[in-house]
Nanobody, 121 residues
Framework: QVQLVESGGGLVQAGGSLRLSCAAS????????IGWFRQAPGKEREGVSC????????NYTDSVKGRFTVSRDNAKNTVYLQMNGLEPEGTAVYYC??????????????WGQGTQVTVSS
């Protein structure tokens, strides 16, 4: 079992930055791919980024490429999502999720409780 706790959300002006953290605890948490997802009001949840256990596989959804950077520190069992150039369309609840192995899927195994990100125009 893996427990995930997100932090770092908040209110920021358009063009600003935030860094989200996802602290993982439990057995062999560093063997799990970690994905970041977001869900805006009235919209379906979408995948934002994914990082494999050894950080060898990283991907982003097209809308955040060049602005968001995902990284992980396995010694601290923490995954980060650095978000720069935030846009009002980025307003959503951001979740981290874990799945054993190298790949993320829409249906991840464990989910955090989410952290709200609000971008004002």
């Amino acid at each position: 079992q893996v427990q995930l706790v997100e932090s770092g959300g908040g209110l920021v002006q358009a063009g600003g930055s935030l860094r989200l953290s996802c602290a993982a605890s439990g057995n062999n948490a560093d063997y799990y791919a970690i994905g970041w997802f977001r869900q805006a009001p009235g919209k379906e949840r979408e995948g934002v980024s994914c990082i494999s256990p050894g950080s060898t596989r990283i991907n982003y959804t097209d809308s955040v490429k060049g602005r968001f950077t995902v990284s992980r520190d396995n010694a601290k069992n923490t995954v980060y999502l650095q978000m720069n150039g935030l846009e009002p369309e980025g307003t959503a609840v951001y979740y981290c999720a874990a799945r054993f192995g190298a790949y993320c899927r829409a249906e991840m195994t464990y989910w955090g409780q989410g952290t709200q990100v609000t971008v004002s125009s």
